[in-house]
């Protein structure tokens, strides 16, 4: 089992700048890809972005160009830049594991609250 521990959420004004970190127990080498997901109130969780064990990334249409996922190996953590940052993009956050094999589960953490608000 893997633990997927969320930390930097909070409460930033439109235009402002937040940075997500997404700490895991184990070596997010064992993973095939590591994400971020958000939930806005009232709608399904979806994709933000995400980045393979090899680098390569995709990001939602509606982040694009403001916000960079990254991966620190030695850390196993993952990071999420948010630049930028609009009222619709108030969500709760949460970091995604998922394996290498379509058989297992993905790994969710407990998700970090982004409230941007003036």
């Known amino acids: 089992q893997v633990q997927l521990v969320e930390s930097g959420g909070g409460l930033v004004q439109p235009g402002g700048s937040l940075r997500l970190s997404c700490a895991a127990s184990g070596s997010i080498f064992n993973f095939y890809a590591m994400g971020w997901y958000r939930r806005a109130p009232g709608k399904q969780r979806g994709l933000v972005a995400r980045i393979t064990s090899g680098g390569s990334t995709n990001y939602a249409d509606s982040v694009k160009g403001r916000f960079t996922i990254s991966r620190a190996n030695a850390k196993n953590t993952v990071y999420l830049q948010m630049n930028s940052l609009k009222s619709e993009d108030t969500a709760v956050y949460y970091c995604?594991?998922?394996?290498?094999?379509?058989?297992?589960?993905?790994?969710w953490g407990q998700g970090t609250q982004v409230t941007v608000s003036s």
């Open positions: 995604n594991a998922q394996p290498y094999s379509a058989y297992e589960n993905n790994y």
